[in-house]
């Protein structure tokens, strides 16, 4: 039995039941932080070229276009919900396939729920199929898609997507199948943005949402799909990984082990390859009896990089000091270093366009220097280490053993609704409502009193209100 086989029978026969409690929490919190994620997006207008798009796509009104108070396709939903929760870098990251999970879940989930009028358990159900489909479909080959030149959450996020649409759609392990195999031959999604600081990586789970959605449908409309889609000879590893990988642990301890568990919550709206190194900073600043420095009283800062990391956060180094673009530096570890040694925090206002600007940051990223680790266990999951050397003479360590937000150090309830708080806006009675009906999904009869809430509170907000 292919890998792909194995997963499609388990996913179609996974029923909310079947789902342990403590798993299907953890799929809440992260829809909720999804939700969260897109809901700033959309207020602070960031995703606007892929809702224009999907506004002009058409098509039955089927399903929500959050923020617009317009309905489209499935299809054209998912592109643009996909975009929306990804627009920030502020979604989650599953490290051992370093692949932004709720990003292509959530608006498969979403946009095919709204559609078929499923509870709130089927779309749950779906959605674990989902996690534990881009997680483990990744994480049989970490770092091997990034090495390549290939952004792993569009590349594997497109099976993910269509998974959770055969799911709700019914279509039977079979079919199910087919829909993976047609999925596998739109597996994309170029790293090249790190060359320009070009936005096109907010797209790529758009796209892979989208994407899956039309494989599920090519499927129940007759197209077949290799059941070969991971491992064979021309399949996702050997062409897109390009080295040899053990196909049979995608479905290794499937329905016992439970990747949804084991997904990071980001702190900060920046590449994840850099949290440990930003949570060290917070340490040793804390260490030095401050919260926040002068650039002048910072002579050098030199931290520790996993080298799977590094080409992505820390090189070309003279391109990493000045960022051209916020995703330029969300990108940048050593500008980020210095924007939280300046003001003592890194929040969506640090990568906004007038704060790349302020030269006391370009000069002290350009202190910052990097020494690539030995490179023990996978790069999102490495741990951090700097040393700050003081104009004064002193010399302060910070070290953590991991990032905070992932299952060895998780955030608690209250730091996620404090996130999903800050992120969503908008009145605190609709804030809370949607978060407590998310967190509870498992009992909603259907989407539509979720899907209304957020669909307001994604309003652009008025550039005079900004």
Known sequence: MTAARALAEWAARLRIDDVP??????????????????????????????????????????????????????????????????????????????????????????????????????????????????????????????????????????????????????????????????????????????????STKQLHPGFASASGILAARLAAAGASGPDSVLEGPNGLYAALAGRNVDAASVTRGLGETWETTRVTIKPYPACQLMHATLDAVAAATRAAGTRRFQAAEVAEVIADVHPDS????????????????????????????????????????????????????????????????????????????????????????????RSVGGPGRPLDDAALEAKFTANAGGPAEETGELARRVRGLAAEPDLATVVALADRLARPVPEGQK
């Open 21 to 198: 409690g403590n798993v299907r929490d953890a799929a809440c919190r992260h829809l909720l932080d999804g939700f969260g994620t897109a809901l700033a997006a959309g207020r602070a207008g960031t995703a606007a070229p892929a809702l224009t798009v999907a506004r002009g796509l058409g098509g039955p009104p089927e399903s929500a276009l959050l923020g617009t108070g317009e309905r489209g396709s499935a299809v054209a939903a998912a592109l643009a919900t996909g975009t929306l929760v990804h627009a920030l870098d502020f979604d989650d990251t599953h490290a051992g396939g370093l692949v932004h999970a709720t990003a292509v879940v959530l608006p498969a989930a979403l946009a095919v729920g709204e559609q078929v009028g499923a509870s709130g358990a089927e779309v749950l159900a779906a959605a674990v199929a989902g996690y534990e489909t881009v997680c483990r479909v990744a994480a049989a080959a970490p770092h091997a898609f990034h090495s390549r030149g290939l952004h792993a959450t569009m590349t594997c996020g497109v099976l993910s997507a269509a998974v959770v649409a055969a799911r709700l759609l019914r279509l039977g392990p079979g079919t199910t199948v087919d829909a993976l195999g047609v999925a596998g031959s739109q597996a994309g999604g170029l790293l090249e943005f790190l060359s320009t600081g070009a």
């Open 310 to 401: 590094a080409s992505i956060v820390c090189e070309p180094a003279a391109r990493k000091v000045r960022p051209r673009t916020p995703y330029d530096a969300k990108f940048s570890l050593p500008w980020s270093v210095a924007a939280l040694l300046l003001d003592g925090e890194v929040t969506l206002a640090t990568y906004a366009p007038g704060s790349l600007e302020r030269t006391e940051a370009a000069d002290l990223a350009a202190r910052v220097r990097t020494v690539v680790t030995s490179g023990e266990g996978v790069a999102a999951d490495a741990h951090g280490r700097v040393l700050l050397r003081l104009a004064d003479g002193r010399e302060v360590e910070g070290r953590v053993p």
